[in-house]
């Protein structure tokens, strides 16, 4: 079983529609929760950081943290085309034997069509 | 201020030999972390340097290398090379203290 569970779609969503993305893990000694988007042929770019449970709102981007289920969720609000790529769930523990290791979650394919 | 730099952009090289892959992190930054992304296993973990000290290693075999010099830049060794390891290789930048960590737009290598 991998660490950090995260479907990859295809989603393929209108224009304008509320996208929902979604990771789970198993080790509970993650601590740090981010989101990546990813176009083809890039490097993966930070969308969102956060280490406590709870929401964390930015723009149209809202992370959501629920450590007590080990679940994880990306909502993106107003999704319009160029928010159509390849998002990456990553996260890590609070240093130890893990210092600078991020475990990913497979991605998710993301189209939004006009 | 300046991203993530990641030099050459994209390397054709044949089995059997070696290649070496550049990193200069965000001004800053000094911890450096390399990544091996695939269609089949994703983004996998390689190594991370920090203040010029290898801190944590992934499950890969010795023929992946890295070293990171009193600049912060890094570079990473693939000796031996199998047409395998064609895959797209990441470096990460963060201040190695639990915070973010940001990625520059890979190394495209293809062994053929």
């Known amino acids: 079983q991998k660490e950090v569970e995260q479907d990859p779609g295809p989603l393929s969503v209108p224009e304008g529609a509320i996208v929902s993305l979604n990771c789970t893990y198993s080790?509970?000694?993650?601590?740090?929760f981010m989101w990546y988007r990813q176009y083809s042929r890039k490097g993966p770019e930070l969308l969102m950081y956060?280490?406590?449970?709870g929401n964390k709102e930015d723009g149209r981007f809202t992370a959501q943290v629920d450590k007590s289920s080990k679940y994880i969720s990306l909502f993106i609000r107003d999704s319009q085309p160029s928010d159509s790529a390849t998002y990456l769930c990553?996260?890590?523990?609070?240093?130890?034997?893990?210092?600078?290791?991020?475990?990913f979650g497979q991605g998710t394919i993301l189209t939004v069509h006009p | 201020k300046a991203g993530v730099t990641q030099t050459p952009r994209y390397l054709i090289k044949t089995r059997g030999q070696q290649v070496t892959l550049s990193c200069s992190p965000i001004?800053?930054?000094?911890?450096v972390s390399w990544y091996q992304q695939t269609p089949g296993q994703g983004l996998q973990f390689l190594f991370e340097?920090?203040?010029?000290?290898?801190?944590n290693k992934g499950n890969f075999p010795g023929r992946f290398s890295g070293r990171q010099f009193s600049n912060s830049r890094s570079e990473m060794n693939v000796s031996t090379l199998e047409l395998g390891d064609s895959a797209l290789y990441l470096c990460?930048?963060?201040?190695?203290?639990?915070?973010?960590?940001?990625f520059g737009q890979g190394t495209r290598l293809t062994v053929v």
């Open positions: 990460a930048s963060s201040t190695g203290m639990n915070t973010e960590a940001f």
């Open positions: 080790n509970s000694a993650f601590q740090y």
């Open positions: 956060t280490y406590s449970s």
């Open positions: 990553a996260m890590s523990d609070a240093g130890g034997t893990s210092y600078g290791k991020l475990t």
């Open positions: 001004s800053g930054h000094r911890s």
């Open positions: 340097y920090f203040s010029e000290t290898q801190r």
